[in-house]
Structure formats: C-alpha cells, structure tokens
DNA sequence: ACCTGAACACCGTTCAAGT
DNA sequence: ACCTGAACACCGTTCAAGT
C-alpha cells in the first residue's frame, strides 16, 4: 500500500507495465510477450522495463500472478464434492494454457520456478479444502493430488467441454468414490 | 528406402540435421534448439537448413519424432495391468518434457498440431491394447482416456519417482477397478 | 537439386550517460 | 530514483545468386 506520492505513481507504471504483459500473454501466450514491444506500446525506452523487472520472466510471473488472481476471485460453488472439483476444474481450464508456460519457462529461470512451485500448492490447497468432508484422512493427500492430475491432464487434451465434463466425472467418481456424489 | 546416390547422400544429410536437432532438445529444450547454431555446428550456411525443412517447426517435429521413436522401442512389460500401466507412465515421463513442448507449439504451428494429434492417438493407443481385458468394452474408453489423463497429469507434476508411483497406483487401482491388480 | 552471402526485422539484455 | 541512446550478440526467415 503506498503511502508518499512517489509510491502510488511507481504503482502506477508498474500496473501498466503488468497490464501489457498480461494482453499479449492472454492474447497469444508467451510467444507474443515481448519487452520490446511492450516499452514500443507505453512509449518508452526498451530498457525501461528493465527498472522495475529484472528479466522478461520476472514481468511473466507477475503478469501470470495478476491473472490468476482473476481468475480464482470468485466465490466456490457450493454442492456435491463431485460438482465443486468440476468447478475448480472450469476455473484450472482458464489457466491451462499459462500453467503449460510457467512449467516450460520453470526449466531456465528460478524465478518462475518458484512461483510454480507456489501455484501448485495453492492450488492443491484449494482442492484439499474443498475435499476434506468426503475423503478419508488418511487418503485425503492422495484423493486431493489424483484428482489434481486428473483434471490437469484431462485439460491438457484438446477436446470439447462437454467430453471433459464427461471423463472429469467418470474419474472423480472413481477415486473419491460414491459418497462424492452426495 | 533411398535408392540412388543422391538420395543416400539426401538422407545421411537429413539424420544429420534431426541428429543435431535431437542433441539440442534432449539437453535444453526447445530454447536450446536453434537453426543458426545447428547450422553452425555442422558447418554450412544457416538458410541450408531450410532447403531439408521449410520452418523450425518442422525440424522440430521431426527431432520429436525419432525421440519418441526411440523411447517406445522397447517391448511392453508383461503382468498386471496396473504394472503394464506403471511401466507405460515410466515411457511417457521420458516423453513429458518434449510433449509439453509440442502443446505449446501446436498453438502457432499447424504441422506441430498435426504431430500432436498422432502422437496423442498413438500412445492412447497403446494404453488401450494393453487395457483391453481388465475394462469393460463400454468403459474401455472413458478408462483409457481417464487413467491417460492420470498419467499425464501426475508427469507434470516435478515430484519424485517414488511418490509418482504411489500416486499412480493410487489413482489407476481406482480408475481400473480391482481386477486390475490380478 | 543444393548451397552460399547478405540482408531483414526482430529479440533480451547491458552499459554509460543523463536528470 | 528513473529513464534514454546506443550498442551487443543473438534469433528465424527470405532473396538473389551461384554450381
């Protein structure tokens, strides 16, 4: 929170950087971010971005961050356990595409692979949470990361929504068994 | 099958690039594979490359191609079907890194998409045949797609050989049923 | 058919210099 | 603290020209 005049403008042209970054990220993925063009669009120098982020993955994570939150900012459905992991799977399906970029850009820069490491495990909470009433304690770790995979990898297919629908349910069924259904 | 010189020649220059290829995506990805470098290693002109294949893409997918060739070479296991699914996932963590590639290729290129769509129907498959006596035939599919989409999403995951198996036997013995360990 | 030389239009990143 | 100008060392791809 900023608090002398300095701050909330360094906020601002940080928040306008992040902005470009996350329209040519959700445009056309991590191929189409560029610094360069970005500095091109606010009209600065290319070296400019690189007062506030260090690197071009720096300025990945936070765009990656900013939509994230987006996406999660919304209250969870409520209903059986079988229709709350479908839901979460709707919401992880809105960011399979960048969740695949934070994996792949992960491999050369620490910085992304870090904030992976702190995706998955908010995800990962979000669905254990959302389990804790209809798996066992003691299976609830396993439930919650089969699951996970389970709808990580049906997500990475390329098929309809409704075949997704389909299969997420006829996996989630199995592994959390019948009382998910309740 | 070459049949005169000339296509010898053609074909020994051809391995020669995908080789190369090859060597640059198994030890950095697909950030590490670059046409003027390849070019460079093998001592001709950059824009040679590109008689032999008409985008990088395509190099690529060539590259890709040999490299799973090589990993499914191998006959299946034989035992339980959850066994000959576990040995499957080992073949297919092999894969993982370059299969994400792919995904995030298919988006800019078509001939990648393409390649992406064999290699998809090609390992399920696989994963199929070697289900077919443990899943009921109106099952065998949603089954095959549901533990493929296990598999998978568990490879994404970057945990430990140990806790990968676990995980897999967890979810499979679920998916399959309990016939599926005799 | 196969390859070269040279260029084009880009990149991410860095350095010295300005205010 | 914040930004510019200019450069470095790369890219993928294309074109005209050679053999």
Redesign the pocket.
């Known amino acids: 929170m900023p608090r002398t005049r ?1 701050d909330v ?2 906020t601002d ?1 940080l928040d306008e950087i992040v902005e470009a970054a996350r329209g040519r990220l959700v445009d056309g993925g991590y191929g189409a ?5 970005i ?2 669009q606010l ?10 982020f ?4 720096h300025l990945l994570v936070a765009a990656v961050e900013g939509i994230l939150h987006d996406i999660l900012d919304c209250k969870p459905k409520r209903g059986a356990a079988v229709d709350r992991v479908l839901w979460f799977a709707e919401r992880l399906h809105e960011f399979q595409d960048l969740r695949l970029t934070i994996r792949e850009r992960a491999r050369s820069s620490e910085a992304v692979a870090a904030f992976e490491r702190n995706v998955v495990g908010l995800l990962r909470l979000l669905l254990v949470n959302s389990l804790s009433e209809v798996a066992t304690p003691d299976h609830i770790d396993d439930a919650a990361d089969a699951v996970m995979a389970l709808c990580e990898g049906v997500l990475l297919r390329d098929i309809s929504a409704a075949h997704r629908r389909r299969l997420l349910r006829f996996g989630i069924e199995r592994l959390l068994g019948p009382e998910s259904t309740v």
């Open positions: 300095a403008a360094r042209k971010l560029s610094v360069a063009d500095a091109r009209g600065v120098a290319q070296n400019a971005i690189y007062w506030y260090p690197t071009k993955d």
